[in-house]
């Protein structure tokens, strides 16, 4: 059996939003605008999402299949 398909590490890496959205980034590919920092204070996230733009999405970078994913 032959496995047709994407490497299991590139399989990994777009398991992570964050790398896989860097990725897409590096390659031209448009993405949807967001803050990807690690400053978690709330005044930043403030100042980011004026930068985004409102509504925005709160969402986890990894697991929870969107279920954490919350409208602001």
């Known amino acids: 059996m032959i496995f047709v ?3 299991s590490d590139t399989m990994d890496k777009m398991g992570a939003k964050d790398v896989s959205k860097k990725i897409m980034i590096q390659h031209g590919i448009p993405v949807t605008p967001g803050y990807n920092g690690e ?4 005044k930043v996230l403030e100042e ?3 930068k985004i733009g409102f509504p925005v999405i709160l969402k986890a970078v990894l697991g929870g299949g969107g279920k954490g ?4």
């Open 5 to 7: 398909g994407p490497s």
């Open 39 to 42: 400053d978690q204070d709330p």
């Open 48 to 50: 980011e999402a004026e």
């Open 69 to 72: 994913m919350r409208i602001v």
